[in-house]
């Protein structure tokens, strides 16, 4: 599904995507894990398409298409789709009719405003969201709980191939985690893969991961499988050396 081959990448010339190379299959489950600073939302960034970020080497394919130079829309109708880490308010756009046009750019089908409330209310209810809740402008005065439910609330109705999760799990209190962390295993499927970018462990309790990366430096320098994610959560990150220390 996912093929990220030797990718480098920088921000205002400065290098902070070393030579990663990743592949997720269908259905896989994959946990990034690293110290702050060490890459791990640029590269949930660069492989959505960010154009802040620049591709000076490496490819990246989906379901057998190179994607390396494709506009951010054009993989989300490919089905990739990312969960921001801090996500931004657009006061004035409300999220019925925020997913409502996404919805229909992705499938180019027209969906009415009551087919759109009929689709979400289950994924809301799951969630914990009242049903007024997509009459909200999007993410306008939410709390951090709030807007981390808003963004599984899209992956719901979206229904992406591929899950890119930076840091879901930041600013939730143990409530919101646990809500959040069923909301997506509950929509883990045999053809839905995720690749999920945390500092911690305690989100991969919900998530179990098929594979675990430690991420330093730009670049992936160990995989493997949950037990890696215990050990960082108990050891830390101190025991990787890394150098050029990446912000």
């Known amino acids: ?23 997720i299959n269908p259905g896989e489950v994959h946990a990034i894990m690293g110290p702050n600073g060490s890459g791990k939302s640029t590269l949930a960034n660069v492989l959505m398409g960010n154009p802040v970020y620049e591709i000076t080497d490496g490819k990246i394919t989906f379901s ?6 494709e506009p951010v829309d054009n993989r989300a109708k490919k089905g990739m789709f ?62 951090g709980g709030e807007r981390k439910r808003n963004e599984i609330l899209q992956l ?12 879901t799990d930041s600013g939730l209190d143990v409530d919101g985690l646990r809500i959040v962390g069923e909301g997506i295993s509950n929509l883990r499927t045999p053809d839905r893969a995720y690749l999920v970018v945390t500092h911690y462990q305690r989100l991969l309790e919900y998530v179990k991961p098929d594979y675990v990366h430690v991420f330093v430096d730009g670049n992936i320098v160990e995989t493997g499988g949950v037990e890696l994610s215990e050990k960082l959560e108990k050891e830390g990150y101190e025991s ?3 150098t050029n220390f990446q912000i």
């Open 240 to 242: 990787y050396q890394w």
């Open 82 to 143: 990312l969960a921001f880490q801090y996500p931004e308010s657009i006061p004035g756009v409300t999220i019925v009719n925020m997913l409502k046009t996404a919805l229909t750019n992705i499938e180019e089908t027209e969906y009415t405003t009551v087919e759109l409330r009929l689709k979400v209310a289950e994924a809301m209810k799951d969630l914990g969201l009242s049903p007024d809740f997509v009459d909200r402008y999007l993410n306008d005065g939410f709390s």
């Open 1 to 23: 599904m996912l093929k990220i081959e030797n990718l480098h990448a920088s921000v205002e010339s400065t290098p902070i995507i070393n030579g990663v190379n990743l592949e």
């Open 156 to 167: 719901a109705v979206l229904n992406p191939k591929l899950a890119i999760l930076d840091e």
């Open 64 to 69: 057998g298409e190179d994607v390396t130079e």
